[in-house]
């Protein structure tokens, strides 16, 4: 598509479900990324994808949480047994290229999952 | 610092010049860059800058860079209301570093007539 997608736009859940977040990024797209935006704070780095490489998983905060990104395209990220700090906008971005490239290729970014735990 | 920072709020008048301050943490080799976000969106890339520039202009904006102070800014010229939104600084180290963009807590530009 002509940017990234994401699926839901807003997700209210009760505290102890699992939950899924889905992102369509940018065709072609061999970087993906995903940060959490908390109410008053940045961005916070989750889990990056790079091509067929292992995933940098160092930014999870727990392990409730995981991603997987199949065929190279699709990522959903995955919250098990939510818990109310887990209340945030999930983010995705896509770069034609990530990693250890020394050129730059910009960002772009979805419109978010606004993720609810009651 | 270690981190991204940025001062939380600034609020401007209408045709007035906005000025959104950042200071970063690598000043080897590192890209630079400025995204705005609009209720409800995502975040919206404005501007980018090589850390071996100084400045860097594209219409109303002015990005400027101190590589000793490690201090980045960047100037909107006769802010408009639709210029209200939150702006992120954020960075990424080429030499030495992650090469995963840092964010700062974003400052979120309030434009009053």
């Known amino acids: 598509g002509a940017g990234v997608s994401q699926s839901p736009s807003n997700k209210v859940t009760e505290k102890g479900k699992d939950v899924e977040l889905r992102c369509d990024p940018i065709s072609g797209h061999t970087a993906l990324y995903w940060y959490r935006q908390s109410l008053g704070q940045g961005l916070e780095f989750l889990i990056y994808?790079?091509?067929?490489?292992?995933?940098?998983k160092s930014g999870l905060p727990s392990d409730r949480f995981s991603a997987e990104r199949t065929g190279g395209s699709v990522s959903t990220l995955t919250i098990q047994r939510t818990q109310q700090e887990d209340s945030a906008v999930y983010l995705c971005?896509?770069?034609?290229?990530?990693?250890?490239?020394?050129?730059?290729?910009?960002?772009?970014f979805g419109s978010g999952t606004r993720l609810t735990v009651v | 610092g270690e981190d991204v920072e940025q001062s939380l709020f600034l609020s401007v008048r209408e045709g007035d010049s906005s000025v959104i301050n950042c200071t970063y943490t690598?000043?080897?080799?590192?890209?630079l860059y400025w995204y705005k976000q609009e209720p409800g969106a995502g975040l919206q890339l404005l501007t980018y800058?090589?850390?071996?520039?100084d400045m860097k202009q594209d219409q109303r904006l002015t990005v400027l860079l101190n590589k000793k102070d490690k201090h980045l800014s960047l100037r909107i010229a006769d802010t408009q209301t639709g210029d209200s939104a939150i702006y992120f600084c954020a960075e990424k180290v080429i030499e030495g570093g992650s090469y995963i963009p840092t964010f700062g807590r974003g400052t979120s530009l309030i434009v009053h007539p």
């Open positions: 800058i090589f850390s071996n520039m």
């Open positions: 994808f790079q091509g067929n490489s292992a995933p940098d």
């Open positions: 971005a896509s770069s034609l290229v990530g990693g250890n490239s020394k050129a730059n290729y910009g960002y772009t």
């Open positions: 690598d000043s080897s080799s590192t890209y």
